[in-house]
C-alpha cells in the first residue's frame, strides 16, 4: 500500500513557476505509475501528467506540454511536478496519485489529498 502526501502549492502570480512534490509511504513505490491530475472550482478533475516506474516515459496532457515536467526519485520515494509559465487557468487543487495507468484516472488506486494552486493575473 502507498500514502500519498502532496506539497509545495500556494499563490503565484500568472507566468511564475511552483514546484510540486509527492511525497510517498512504502516500500512498493517504484512498482507504481504515478500521475498529477487537477480540478479546477466546478470542473471535473483531469489528468495532468504522469511518469513510468523507471521514470524514462512520460506523458503530458497538451495544456501542460512544454510548460509542466514531472519527474520522480525513487531513492526517495518523490515524485514532482516542476511548473512554469503558469496561468489563471492553472488555478485548481492538484493531486498526485499512482497505480494507475496513464491519463486513464479511473485506473488509480492511491490518491493524495491534493495542494492548492492559485495563480492570480
Known amino acids: 500500500q502507498v500514502q500519498l502526501v502532496e506539497s509545495g502549492g500556494g499563490l503565484v502570480q500568472a507566468g511564475g513557476s511552483l514546484r510540486l512534490s509527492c511525497a510517498a509511504s512504502?516500500?512498493?513505490?517504484?512498482?507504481?505509475?504515478l500521475g498529477w491530475f487537477r480540478q479546477a472550482p466546478g470542473k471535473e478533475r483531469e489528468f495532468v501528467a504522469a511518469i513510468s516506474r523507471s521514470g524514462g516515459s512520460t506523458d503530458y496532457a497538451d495544456f501542460a506540454k512544454g510548460r509542466f515536467t514531472i519527474s520522480r526519485d525513487n531513492a526517495k520515494n518523490t515524485a514532482n511536478l516542476q511548473m512554469n509559465s503558469l496561468k489563471p487557468e492553472d488555478t485548481a487543487v492538484y493531486y498526485c496519485?499512482?497505480?494507475?495507468?496513464?491519463?486513464?484516472?479511473?485506473?488509480?488506486?492511491?490518491w493524495g489529498q491534493g495542494t492548492q494552486v492559485t495563480v492570480s493575473s
Open positions: 512504502g516500500r512498493t513505490f517504484r512498482s507504481y505509475v
Open positions: 496519485a499512482a497505480g494507475g495507468v496513464g491519463s486513464l484516472e479511473s485506473t488509480y488506486y492511491y
